[in-house]
Antibody, heavy 123, light 107 residues
Framework: VQLVESGGDLVQPGRSLRLSCAASGLTFDDFAMHWVRQAPGKGLEWVSG????????TYADSVKGRFIISRDNAKNSLYLQMNSLTAEDVALYYC?????????????????WGQGTMVTVSS | SYVLAQPPSVSVAPGKTARITCGGDNIGSKSVYWYQQKAGQAPVLVIYYDRDRPSGVPERFSGSNSGNTATLTISRAEAGDEADYFC??????????FGGGTKLTVL
């Protein structure tokens, strides 16, 4: 099982960026997926989660209204559209798989993580 | 929003037992997850549903959760256990919440 993130870059404040996560070695559409970020030298912050069928999408208050999570099960891929980026969004962004198959109204723990993709926001 | 409190650091002698706490309002009513993150690496799930271990995690790692405190216990601590440890729950809005993390030093 492998998750590989891409799309991280240096962008100016106020600009947009789209992150991608390619999954392999698992039945992707069985599991909810998440984005978790970690600012340099700081702790973990959950960003967003999406159910296996995209019916449920939730966001941290810090990104609500600016970030959009989506997935394409046919492509085994997870995405994060990030708009109106600020210096507070600078972080290593991890893609993480939900531990439990299916979605019964509650997310589970994160049992598989990618290596992350770095987002830097600076003028 | 829901807040989880962890001590910034915990030290333990090799072979002894380390306990890392995670405090939250009535956290005993929630499922708690624990992650280990070694320097320069992605986090690894070590405990789920308060006390269950994923396959491959040593039995030395155990968890408990009651009242306002969840605890990760590492028995017979080894140098390889040095890492940052994070607790995590889901709040009532299905938003993920992490504790601030605890740096475990084995000395």
């Amino acid at each position: 099982v492998q998750l590989v993130e891409s799309g991280g870059d240096l962008v100016q404040p106020g600009r947009s960026l789209r992150l991608s996560c390619a999954a392999s070695g698992l039945t992707f559409d069985d599991f909810a997926m998440h984005w978790v970020r970690q600012a340099p030298g700081k702790g973990l912050e959950w960003v967003s989660g999406i159910s296996w069928n995209s019916d449920t999408k939730t966001y941290a208050d810090s990104v609500k209204g600016r970030f959009i999570i989506s997935r394409d099960n046919a492509k085994n891929s997870l995405y994060l559209q990030m708009n109106s980026l600020t210096a507070e969004d600078v972080a290593l962004y991890y893609c993480a798989k939900d531990r439990a198959a299916g979605y019964a109204g509650n997310f589970d723990g994160f049992d598989i993580w990618g290596q992350g993709t770095m987002v830097t926001v600076s003028s | 929003s829901y807040v989880l409190a962890q001590p910034p650091s915990v030290s333990v002698a090799p072979g002894k037992t380390a306990r890392i706490t995670c405090g939250g309002d009535n956290i005993g009513s929630k499922s708690v997850y624990w992650y280990q993150q070694k320097a320069g690496q992605a986090p690894v799930l070590v405990i789920y549903y308060d006390r269950d271990r994923p396959s491959g995690v040593p039995e030395r790692f155990s968890g408990s959760n009651s009242g306002n405190t969840a605890t990760l216990t590492i028995s017979r601590a080894e140098a390889g256990d040095e890492a940052d440890y994070f607790c995590q729950v889901w709040d009532n809005s299905r938003e993920g919440v992490f504790g601030g993390g605890t740096k475990l030093t084995v000395l």
